[in-house]
């Protein structure tokens, strides 16, 4: 069986370097046999992939990718803390937050972004509890925001 990395890479993507925390926090916090990330921005070579909020000047797509890109960083912080993606054993919750427009109510469809890449890494093992919440505006004027919780 092929390892996340490979499974990545099947997909045309790698782990990137860990985003460098925009204030006072670390990028994960372990406890047991569990990994917290920090919220993660859709940021790809140092810039983001989509600001603004859904509904306004940031489609659907846009959110999909940003979010997809939020849970590839949050992949990274995970590596960075525990050495490789196949000590994961599995993805407890994701949590998607989505800038959005009061009349935008498709967070759960922008949230697939990271549901559905986690799945493609992980299979069974990426199956997991989430919540997608539309919010006012987050760091940076990001689109999304993505926080994971993995059991290791």
């Known amino acids: 069986m092929s390892t996340p990395e490979e499974r990545l ?20 916090a372990r406890t047991g046999t569990l990994v917290y990330t920090a919220g993660q921005l859709p940021m790809r070579d140092g810039a983001l992939v989509a600001a603004g909020k859904l509904g306004g000047g940031v489609s659907e797509e846009q959110g999909y990718e940003a979010a997809r890109q939020c849970a590839l960083n949050a992949l ?8 490789e993606l196949s000590l994961v054993r599995r993805v407890v919750k994701v949590v998607v937050f989505v800038a959005s427009e009061p009349d935008f109510t498709a967070q759960p469809k922008v949230a697939n972004g990271a549901s559905e890449l986690l799945g493609e890494v992980f299979g069974e093992a990426g199956k997991h509890a989430r919540s ?6 987050l760091p940076l004027d990001a689109a999304v925001e993505v926080e994971l919780i993995v059991e290791v």
């Open 76 to 83: 990274a912080a995970i590596k960075a803390e525990i050495g």
């Open 132 to 137: 997608a919440v539309g919010v006012s505006v």
């Open 9 to 28: 890479a099947e997909l045309g993507l790698s782990v990137p370097e860990v985003v460098p925390p925009v204030a006072a926090y670390q990028p994960t």
